[in-house]
């Protein structure tokens, strides 16, 4: 039982800011909720709150903020005094449209957080009114028809301290991690549910801080993440990863790096953890060498490559 | 071996034409390659020809004509001579956009059809350029994302009379078919290749004649026509049977009623048929009222409604 | 949060021993883990506990006793001391198979419960040992090749007394239910996670007591539910409901009776809920008139039949 | 249209006859039709005949002989005619279990084929009827359970050599090729239907003659392809491209190395060829170096490995 409802929503960056929002509406398939600024509110199908994603322009790609919602304000209060021990607390704000107050932090790494309780629901207008009263907002078929935010994977320097704040500080599960033959942790899959994963942190390959590997959106099945390859392929969309399944949480995945940079996944699947004693799974250097589930060799670049871009890396072909 | 390519284009009649278009292209997901007249053409990524549908502006509903496409010129020629010989041909005509001359000719029931051999290819303009070349045109995310026309389901009074000249006069392959205990066919399944039906049969509750029970779209997987249900119900297209798998040739199906009121169907799988020796398979009156393939119940409606409707019938609620 | 981590494992009686075992390995496709007396402990590749079903020859059909796992002894502690309170306890057992001291239960309705917070970890033989670590054990390609245990719905004469002893007594979340014209409930749907339902109360036709509707076992595809149909069908189980899509929790279903007569689901799908303040979404008669998600009608049995059978009740056909 | 009606059966030679055996019983999840000598006969539960592949123990692996039905008696005659006219004909035979008179032949390349028009169809034994009489066998829900044998893809020292034979003396049309920027041909796909491959030549990388790239089995779904890469995981079958989708020909993949050595494909999936007049499609040399549908850059052992071994070629790992 985790102080900790969900992630969400989070706040992207790209410096490309016509070209990523046509690939979040056409190409992902999210609905426009609102425009601001520099930024477009935006949202899956089956998202309950009003936005998911809020992506702004800039002058270069990264994740700007990520939300977390406490499950109520007193798990939002225990959290913060645990925030706040750590020093790396930096106060309230009033949040952001349709949340309460926020209070921001960072991770060791230095990625911007903010946890919340209050939260508003989603009110779909008519024209996107769903069929099904259990359903947040209609169905809209409209290229890949992601469903939801799924998980984020935020690069580290160091995942061990980056995790260790992950489950002591914000009250994360820890499924699944990979220990190196030198005893150093290249990643950590966290939850605060059954699902498989939620928040999840991987070497940065250049040490760099603050950077995203990439951000994940739901679909329902398989053969939608099939499809959506098909759908990045007809949008000159740079397939890095064709679908397949990832050996750890077992999701399938379809990875694709998006106008403004940043590395996108859409995802369905993954294992649910039902054991409220579960072990951590620790994934060896040689388990790993194996590849994937199916033994697909994982492409170079997706051990190097995040945002915003460091000089030294190359960016995926 | 059959002088027969392939059934369709096909042209279909609405009183609603507006609304039907807006189900072939946004629900269905189609193309607009041609308005002309009271009437728009049609097609799906998958159509090789421009376009396979012409949707035409009525007073009613049902099919204008339903185009066949011999083989080369000699299987052309076979065939007309055939059908003058029944008395049932009408003469030559200059066919339709993108097709060269067509005989056109009534079956015994009165449908109207043309047989063809002359037909272009079609060539798409740079936006709907296909990312693999061995594919008409790109695939476009929009609605159910229908690939192609795939079959034509008609109502006769006298199936048997009807399939005899498929058969004997067209040059189909007779696949399956329904015997009644009173020795009358109810059903009769055809094809001119490996596929389960290609033109088929069913008989007219009211004895009408010239009447249509279903066009057929194909989808890829049976995923995509779960999903196609998902769509019809999200736009109010009345779902006349949902997904689910025929015991006749083992198509998985989605049945609806598009505006104008005629009955389309969203179709994938179905058996292929190797042996050119293949008995065609006859179901008895005892064996349809098991239902479908897993026992599922055929609607009343299913076996009474055609377009253009007959004052005895009842619209499907 | 919740104090329930998961319901199971759960003792299922047959009064045809020889044919539901049959039904469980080959048709579903579950392991024996282990035999004693007059029963089998079954589970699916996907349990994490040693077993998830057990299942008891008797003279009868239903099911004998739903555990619940708490989620540490603290959570157990004070579930049973709430137990206690409402005068339903029975009081201290040694529990079952691979399970720790668990307390013995009736709810209102008077179905048998025991809630336990020990639990063994399966631990597989050479020949079931997975390939992916993160698996309990190796996927084994049998039958419709359940994953494991997913829900229960039991049938009850008092929905409502059930539902509020579930929520307030036992802590589960309450996600959908059915309110009648007259006010009164029809079903319940409850779940201790983000997983739709878990612990399911449905009106008991016939005022019955302590009777089962159906467990369901979990596949994690929809292409699986409809395999699943097929194998139904070789294996001459009764298909009462073709594969479909819920309105309610928008699960996805294939309905069988195993030869002992209990009504079996295999299941996937579902809504995830991610909100911690989810308001329950009430479904009206009129509401539940309109069907299934597709709009497909519910078989009149499946509103009427359970198990033990009633004398007053229809076997479905 | 074409005078061949479909490909098979084939005959596949294996060093470690047990062992092939257990993995196209238990992992494909074929059934044993019959067995005689060195030989076991296996089929799917969708071949129309009695049996699909003969497996048969030998010092080495590859391709023992190809058959190849024609549409009828007068299409195997002109066949047979112009097969003797090449001078590659080796003359009558009794054909094999099931089959009537043979001719047997050999292409330029020295794969032995016989082609025969008599042939019995299957009588399923009483476990094995179906419930739906439309279907050979009943489905058994055993390993991959694959419906059928589908395609072949022989190697060949001279592809354009042996790809006009197929098309001029055989008689199946060619849908797509590679042709290198020095103009020689690296593959020809060819087909006697609208399915978009059935017999198909890739170039031999050390310019052997007789060998074999690979036998492929048909599945319904794209699903059942992704599940069959668990059975083989689960089955140390070692998996050499996991599931994904092909550019030429657009069908889905699974390849696998049997112990005996051979590839095995499960595959579904691919593109119809419904135009009569269809242009062959030629893929260069760059677009090639693409990869396959979905950029996925084909394993190198896929363009060099073949059975028998020659010994210059390294095993897939």
New interface residues.
């Given amino acids: 039982?985790?102080d900790i409802?969900?992630l969400g929503p989070v706040e992207l960056l790209t410096p490309k800011a016509e070209e990523s929002l046509r690939f979040f509406v056409d190409v992902l398939?999210m609905e426009i909720e609102h425009q601001e600024g520099q930024s477009v509110y935006l949202r899956g199908w089956?998202d309950?709150?009003p936005w998911s994603t809020k992506l702004t322009e800039s002058d270069t790609s990264g994740m700007a903020l990520l939300g977390i919602?406490a499950?109520?304000q007193e798990a939002l209060e225990r959290r913060v005094k645990k925030i706040e021990a750590t020093g790396l607390g930096e106060g309230w704000t009033d949040g952001d449209r349709g949340r309460g107050p926020s209070y921001r932090f960072r991770d060791p790494d230095g990625h911007v957080f903010e946890i919340y309780y209050e939260?508003e629901?989603y009110s779909p207008p008519p024209h996107l009114k769903?069929?099904?009263?259990?359903?947040p907002q209609?169905?809209?078929?409209?290229?890949?028809?992601v469903k939801r935010l799924d998980h984020v994977n935020l690069l580290a320097a160091d995942v061990y301290a980056n995790r260790v704040f992950g489950v002591d500080t914000l009250g994360y599960r820890l499924y699944?991690r990979i220990e190196l033959n030198d005893g150093s942790e290249a990643g950590a899959w966290m939850s605060a549910?059954?699902?498989a994963h939620e928040l999840i942190y991987t070497r940065d390959a250049f040490g760099a801080n603050g950077r995203l590997h990439h951000l994940a959106y739901w679909v329902?099945?398989?053969?939608?993440c099939?499809?959506a390859?098909?759908?990045?392929?007809?949008n000159e969309i740079h397939?890095e990863a064709?679908?397949?399944?990832h050996?750890?949480?077992?999701g399938f995945f379809l990875y694709g790096i998006e106008p403004g940079g940043n590395r996108i996944e859409v995802t369905t699947?993954g294992?649910?953890v039902?054991?409220?004693?579960?072990p951590c799974?620790v994934?060896t250097e040689e388990?790993r060498k194996l590849g994937?589930?199916?033994?697909?060799k994982t492409v170079e670049s997706f051990h190097t490559y995040g945002t915003p871009p460091v000089p030294q890396a190359p960016t995926p072909a």
Same sequence: chains 1, 2, 3, 4.
């Fill in positions: 039982m985790s409802a969900h398939g089956g309950y709150q919602r499950w109520d939260s629901r769903p069929s099904l009263k259990n359903q209609r169905y809209v078929p409209r290229g890949c028809a699944e549910t059954i699902a329902d099945t398989r053969e939608e099939l499809r390859a098909d759908i990045f392929l007809e397939i064709a679908p397949s399944k050996a750890i949480a077992q699947g294992r649910f039902y054991d409220p004693d579960e799974v994934w388990e994937q589930a199916w033994r697909v």
